[in-house]
């Protein structure tokens, strides 16, 4: 397998450049400044950012090991050609889907991703706002390994995943063309994806594509200005508890459980499940992030 290149790692300085100029942009438009950048919030989004690559790093660990002991058993290989890169990227971008809308309707997957709907702002900064348990996510794209993806090439199709949903994170950019607006997740797409009005909860999960959204009952076009956040918010700028609230909040309900399948629900439900016995259906929970349809019962 060729050495292909670190995409995260070239596009750092367009990170910094872009969000530098969305920063000046609201500086000269301060009426917009509430939807804008706050030092605060900001500084937490790079401090999960930076914190991420270093977690990241150590749970590429274990899930390297898993993925190249299946690469070497499974018979398939998909050579690196100019043909299959376009495919790789294709079903890296479904399984995302599946990763992505996984981690907003099972309680114990929504505990990592909560992080980056933590923020009551959007911006590109937001995009930086990382989780450090992201060793949840390995088994969606097991397929891919199994139908004989290198997995170099699966962190090479990610990272492109990755450095694509950056620029989408802002409100600096209105609808796109229609043809685009159809096809890729674009801005407008994404705004709705990390609001907490109740028609715009669980919503709009695609990476680079926005098909997967139409295909699958997710998609919702963006009608009214989103208002960002969790359905309850958390009032902390400290890192380590912006990472670790859901799961702490996962463990007070499972102590306070009163049998086995109260505290399975806590775990693989949704977020806002809560036992028939407290008078609660869905939707009600600390941090959760919807209570329609897909996160009552935490079922895809």
């Not at 990170?15 to 301060?30: A, D, G, I, K, Q």
């Not at 801005?187 to 997967?212: E, K, M, T």
């Not at 505290?263 to 329609?292: C, K, M, N, Y």
């Amino acid at each position: 397998m060729p050495n292909l290149p670190d995409v995260v790692l070239w596009s750092i300085p367009a990170f910094v450049l872009l969000t530098v100029l969305e920063l000046v942009s609201y500086r000269f438009h301060p009426d917009d400044d509430e939807q804008g950048y706050a030092g605060r919030d900001t500084a937490t989004s790079l401090s999960m950012g930076l914190g991420s690559l270093f977690f990241d790093a150590l749970w590429k660990i274990p899930t390297v090991a898993i993925y190249s002991a299946l690469y070497e058993l499974t018979p398939l290989r998909v050579p690196l050609a100019w043909w299959t890169v376009p495919l790789m990227l294709l079903a890296q971008d479904f399984c995302y889907y599946w990763s992505h809308r996984g981690h907003h309707v099972v309680r114990i997957l929504w505990a990592c991703h909560v992080v980056h709907h933590s923020s009551r702002r959007y911006n590109l900064s937001t995009a930086l706002r990382q989780p450090w348990t992201g060793a949840t996510t390995w088994i969606f794209y097991v397929p891919m390994i199994l139908a004989g993806v290198h997995p170099a090439a699966l962190a090479f199709c990610s990272s492109v995943n990755l450095v694509y949903q950056f620029w989408i994170h802002t409100e600096r950019i209105d609808r796109l063309p229609r043809p685009v607006e159809l096809l890729l997740n674009t801005p407008s797409h994404h705004r709705v994806h990390h609001a907490s009005q109740g028609g715009y909860l669980d919503r709009n999960f695609g990476g680079i594509l926005i098909v997967w959204d139409r295909l699958f009952g997710t998609f919702a076009a963006e009608t009214v200005r989103p208002v960002y956040g969790l359905t309850k918010n958390i009032t902390t700028h400290n890192p380590l508890r912006v990472a670790t609230h859901e799961y702490a909040a996962i463990a007070r309900d499972i102590a306070a459980a009163r049998g086995w399948r109260d505290r399975l629900g806590h775990l693989l439900r949704g977020p806002g499940w809560q036992p028939v016995e407290a008078g609660i259906r869905s939707g009600s929970a600390a941090d959760a992030p919807a209570t329609g349809s897909l996160a009552e019962g935490g079922a895809l």
